[in-house]
């Protein structure tokens, strides 16, 4: 079972996410915040990472520069009410979607599933991650979104 970490400051999001990928089969932790996330995330990361970018003390992309450093194989999907993320973000490698929200369901589910999928390549490309090799982020370049 693939496992999935919300870390939002609004507990009515991650109670409606942590419900919807619950129903659909996932290991669902959550975290108000990224400190909280950081300490729930221990010696083992979860395969996806969804954290809002937007909170109090340290953000989502404080976050997830933490995790991509900690735990390479760890996808990571960024959730937002802006209407862009700053263009640095699209730099971290284990970034592998965007949300706006307020979501529908369908599409994180789909995010979900995708960093799941990028969740198993990046392990079995484990030592290609480490060294910074570009073929993760063009086989996600080559998927349909």
């Given at each position: 079972?693939?496992?999935?970490?919300?870390?939002d400051?609004?507990?009515?999001i991650?109670?409606?996410?942590?419900?919807?990928l619950?129903?659909?089969?996932?290991?669902?932790?959550?975290?108000?915040?990224?400190?909280?996330?950081?300490?729930?995330?221990?010696?083992?990361?979860?395969?996806?990472?969804?954290?809002?970018?937007?909170?109090?003390?340290?953000?989502?992309?404080?976050?997830?520069?933490?995790?991509?450093?900690?735990?390479?194989?760890?996808?990571?999907?960024l959730?937002?009410?802006?209407?862009?993320?700053?263009?640095?973000?699209?730099?971290?490698?284990?970034?592998?979607?965007?949300?706006?929200?307020?979501?529908?369901?369908?599409?994180?589910?789909?995010?979900?599933?995708?960093?799941?999928?990028?969740?198993?390549?990046?392990?079995?490309?484990?030592?290609?991650?480490?060294?910074g090799?570009?073929?993760?982020?063009?086989?996600l370049?080559?998927?349909?979104?």
């Amino acid at each position: 079972m693939s496992s999935v970490l919300i870390v939002d400051d609004e507990a009515g999001i991650r109670e409606i996410l942590v419900r919807w990928l619950s129903a659909a089969g996932y290991d669902v932790r959550e975290a108000p915040d990224a400190e909280t996330a950081i300490e729930a995330f221990g010696t083992a990361a979860p395969d996806v990472l969804m954290c809002d970018v937007e909170m109090p003390g340290q953000g989502g992309l404080w976050l997830a520069a933490q995790a991509g450093q900690r735990f390479p194989a760890t996808a990571i999907v960024l959730a937002t009410a802006l209407d862009s993320v700053p263009p640095v973000t699209s730099m971290q490698p284990s970034i592998v979607e965007y949300l706006v929200k307020p979501f529908k369901r369908a599409l994180v589910l789909k995010a979900v599933s995708r960093g799941v999928e990028w969740h198993a390549v990046a392990l079995a490309r484990a030592p290609a991650v480490l060294a910074g090799d570009d073929r993760l982020a063009k086989w996600l370049d080559s998927i349909d979104k």
